[in-house]
């Protein structure tokens, strides 16, 4: 149905979009070392990906990022199975997980890096402390959604609890982690650039960013660091919403807003 | 809604108005907004996980109380056979353990306080720099912000210096991206072109981790409060932008139509149709804002070059080494933020009660 006709508004957006910013640097209605023409944002971006430090430092971010969030997995999914299914333990960390939850992650760069230095430690443990929570939390409320009826089904089948687990609980909660895993790719993204600006040396996007920032005239580098941040962020939410799509087809139409501590 | 949460309606949920026009009776309106805590937020944004525990853990806990007795697990369906599928059933606990919500209550906080107890111990027996121990933390806290004149509600020079222009800058961010985010969201919603037109770049805007441009505008704006505000402002605009956009367009046709029936003017329509419906949406993109406006508020001061707020205190702690300070302003912010989010909890449940009367 409409849905070429949209997909064309979308790129007429994209392109109206793209005209105002070049005709409002070109018109020199806001100064040009503020605001470069679109054109040449794009122009130095393409020429980024031909640039091999600048890729390696992209490595290196989506390295820290990857690892991070492996590890966030790693953890928050076993975590949030236990809290899901044993109340009194879910009861007992709760109050705990409810004070650490609203620190801003990005706080804790400071300390971490008093801690760990700041090399890609610092970065994969933040990134790893800041992308648990929304696993967690889903893995959690997914496991509430599961089917009773298949769980007593199981059990009056004489299937020990490992087995209900394992058999009914996880599959069940698999889309919900699956949503926690995709937000916690968005807030991954964000800790290994913010922490990567602010340690400053080293390699990474982040660091990219922070250095244009301090060149004279380096706003041109500076964005063109962003619409790689942001082709990044858009890549992997896409990748990760196909596959939900594939692997969890009854689940699709929704889609996240998510970014968060 | 994006996101019916149920597998059998998800797709038409999730596809918006259309397919919804065709089912919808006017109670479908009022069904999508409740449905909304219960399934649409957890999944579809980070900080809708707070919804998760209230509507998962009674649940979970029902169930635990059930699975609890090793031996009666599998007696259980047959000791109730007429359990409904939907929604789960809260067992009646054949041996009531924890029987109200005060064990629990009363559990967590004893709990939270032996954790802090244990690191009270370790850290004094450790003797570590890098983890003091909690008694310490707060004894400098109060030191250090709290232990004012009265008649400056007990803030010290310190507190006034540091805190206060973080609330500022951080209250002035968040507002203006509430008022700008709610009115363009609507403003573009209303109309299915424009939003088509608009939502590539809103998805864009959105994918980009806002620290990144916090470096853009140190260029425009210079170091200060203006810089600090814009990197908020432009960070926390596009959730909310986005939840209100699709909040605002799938508002119930059929409602639409009654409205042009009862020859409702576009201010009438606006108050008493398409924001309340819209409402759930906006507080889920207010509450994403929030926690972005916090981190946004955070980092901008981290940067060196600024000159005061918790942040500048945190990374001023850092170079001095001063481990204290550090974990005194990491507890603050912690409290800072569950406090924030509560306050807007409390707003959004008056305030969707309130919509969902009108509505």
């Known amino acids: ?261 | 809604m994006s996101g019916g949460g149920d597998s059998s309606d998800g797709e038409e949920a999730g596809r918006g108005g259309k397919a919804r026009a065709g089912l919808g009776g006017p109670d479908s309106e009022a069904q999508g907004v409740t449905e909304a805590p219960l399934a649409g937020r957890p999944r579809s944004e980070a900080q809708g996980v707070t919804e998760a525990p209230p509507t998962g853990r009674p649940r979970s806990e029902a169930q635990g109380v059930t699975e609890a007795p090793p031996t009666g697990r599998r007696s259980t369906p047959f000791a109730h056979p007429d359990t409904p599928p939907t929604p789960p059933p809260r067992h009646q606990p054949s041996r009531p353990r924890l029987p109200a919500g005060l064990p629990h209550a009363l559990l967590r906080w004893v709990v939270l306080a032996l954790a802090v107890a244990a690191w009270e111990l370790a850290a004094r027996v450790h003797g570590s720099v890098y983890f003091p121990p909690p008694g310490r933390i707060a004894r400098h806290m109060y030191d250090l912000w709290f232990s004012g004149p009265v008649r400056h509600l007990f803030l010290t020079e310190a507190a006034v210096a540091d805190i206060l222009p973080s609330l500022g800058r951080m209250a002035a961010g968040f507002a203006l991206a509430a008022v700008a985010g709610i009115a363009l969201g609507v403003a573009v919603g209303r109309s299915r072109r424009a939003y088509a037109l608009c939502n590539p770049v809103l998805q864009f805007a959105r994918a980009v981790p806002p620290p990144a441009l916090v470096p853009v505008f140190v260029v425009v704006f210079d170091f200060g409060t203006p810089m600090q505000i814009a990197s908020i402002v432009f960070s926390a605009v596009w959730p909310v932008l986005i939840n209100t956009a699709e909040g605002a367009r799938n508002t119930d046709p059929l409602r639409l139509d009654v409205a042009a029936v009862l020859r409702l003017g576009p201010v009438e329509r606006l108050r008493f149709l398409i924001l309340p419906s819209a409402l759930p949406r906006i507080f889920a993109g207010l509450r994403l804002s929030l926690s972005l406006s916090l981190i946004l508020m955070v980092f901008s001061e981290l940067l060196p070059g600024t000159a005061n707020g918790i942040g500048f205190t945190l990374t001023d702690a850092q170079t001095r080494s001063d481990l204290l300070t550090v974990w005194a302003a990491l507890v603050l912010l912690g409290a800072l933020g569950h406090l924030l989010n509560t306050a807007l909890l409390a707003v959004e449940k008056r305030l969707v009660g309130k919509g969902r009367a009108t509505a």
């Open chain 1, 1 to 261: 149905m409409r849905r070429r006709q949209e997909l064309m508004l979308g790129a007429l957006g994209v392109l109206l979009a793209f005209g105002v910013c070049e005709a409002v640097s070109r018109a020199g209605i806001v100064r040009r070392s503020y605001l470069p023409p679109a054109s040449e944002v794009l122009r130095r971006a393409v020429e980024l990906a031909g640039d091999r430090t600048f890729l390696e430092g992209v490595g290196a971010t989506l390295h820290a990022w990857a690892l991070g969030l492996g590890l966030a997995v790693a953890l928050a999914v076993p975590l949030g199975l236990l809290l899901g299914s044993v109340p009194v333990v879910d009861a007992a960390v709760r109050a705990i997980v409810e004070f650490l939850r609203p620190l801003p992650s990005v706080a804790l760069i400071p300390l971490v890096s008093l801690l760990l230095g700041s090399g890609t430690e610092t970065k994969v443990a933040l990134v790893t402390y800041a992308s648990v929570w929304p696993i967690l939390f889903n893995t959690v409320y997914g496991l509430g959604e599961t089917d009773p009826l298949a769980k007593d089904t199981l059990r009056a089948f004489g299937f020990g609890r490992l087995a209900v687990l394992l058999r009914v609980e996880l599959p069940g909660t698999a889309p919900f982690i699956a949503a926690g895993i995709r937000i916690s790719a968005a807030v991954a993204l964000i800790l290994a650039v913010a922490t990567e600006i602010l340690s400053g040396f080293g390699e990474g996007l982040g660091i990219f960013i922070a250095q244009s920032g301090l060149a004279t005239n380096g706003t041109r580098d500076v964005l063109a660091g962003v619409v790689w941040a942001g082709a990044l962020g858009l890549v992997i939410n896409g990748v990760l919403v196909w596959g939900e799509r594939r692997l969890f087809p009854w689940t699709s139409g929704e889609r996240g807003v998510g970014v968060g501590t």
